[in-house]
């Protein structure tokens, strides 16, 4: 049977003269490897406004308004690496629902939830977008959508790494003919041999996934279609199918 879920605060229309409120974000830590191989990141946060567009900031404050759902992006990156903004996947959530003692608490599970948000967002408002009227409600359950992503059938399909799900598709199909937990399945992987010479740890700009410890000249990595990039302690390899380019950072 088909699961469509309704949709809760998600409508973006001009709120300017709503009451809008600062409010602190606490963000969770990053995997230890991360650390171990780069040290403790920096920051970049963005946040959808009430008119659709993106704000951004990299002190750990933000303006919301309590009168629509806000999601939350927050970036790690290395300056002094080369490592900028927007390489690694966001940690994130969404306001109202991630609200606690007077804070937002973003997590990375969250940033899903954000990416997801905008996604939809996105094709919503795309010329790809053929559907007169969207099957979108501005009453999305995210509460329930939160529950589908824990359950074992989920977990089963997808692995430890829902950034393995495109959540541009799901947003596609959602926009399309409303949602369907069917569509969140794992995209497919290919194994690549890499001829790097290389002993040591690579991690990707995930932090659900496992690292990869690389001994002797290739490293095998699992990617889909789409570009994937993966970082060890002195370089950045961009990879597909198709090629691979290896950048040493300081």
């Not at 920051?43 to 759902?69: A, Q």
């Not at 690694?88 to 959530?93: I, V, Y």
């Not at 199909?173 to 399945?185: A, C, L, N, P």
Request: proline content about 7%.
């Amino acid at each position: 049977m088909k699961l469509i879920i309704f949709f809760i605060g998600f409508s973006i229309v001009s709120c300017r003269d709503s009451a809008q409120q600062d409010y602190e974000i606490l963000l969770p830590p990053v995997p230890q490897v991360w650390r171990e191989l780069l040290g403790e990141p920096e920051w970049y946060i963005e946040w959808i406004n009430p008119e659709g567009s993106l704000e951004s900031t990299t002190v750990r404050s933000i303006r919301v308004g309590s009168e629509w759902t806000t999601p939350i992006f927050a970036y790690p990156y290395w300056s002094a690496h080369g490592i900028e903004p927007k390489i690694f996947k966001p940690a994130g959530g969404l306001f109202p629902f991630d609200y606690t003692d007077k804070s937002i608490r973003l997590s990375w599970r969250g940033g899903v939830d954000a990416v997801f948000y905008q996604e939809i967002l996105r094709y919503a408002g795309s010329e790809k977008n053929k559907t007169k009227v969207p099957r979108i409600s501005p009453y999305f359950n995210w509460i329930k959508f939160r529950e589908i992503l824990n359950e074992e059938t989920i977990k089963k399909t997808v692995g430890n790494d829902l950034w393995n799900v495109d959540w541009s598709a799901v947003a596609r199909r959602t926009v399309e003919s409303g949602f369907d937990k069917r569509s969140i399945v794992a995209r497919e992987t290919h194994n690549l041999h890499i001829p790097i010479e290389y002993t040591g740890t690579w991690i990707s700009t995930s932090a659900f996934a496992e690292p990869i410890y690389q001994e002797g000249e290739y490293l095998i990595v699992n990617i889909p279609a789409s570009p994937t990039i993966f970082v060890s302690e002195n370089a950045i390899l961009r990879c597909s199918l198709a090629a691979w380019i290896l950048m040493p950072i300081p």
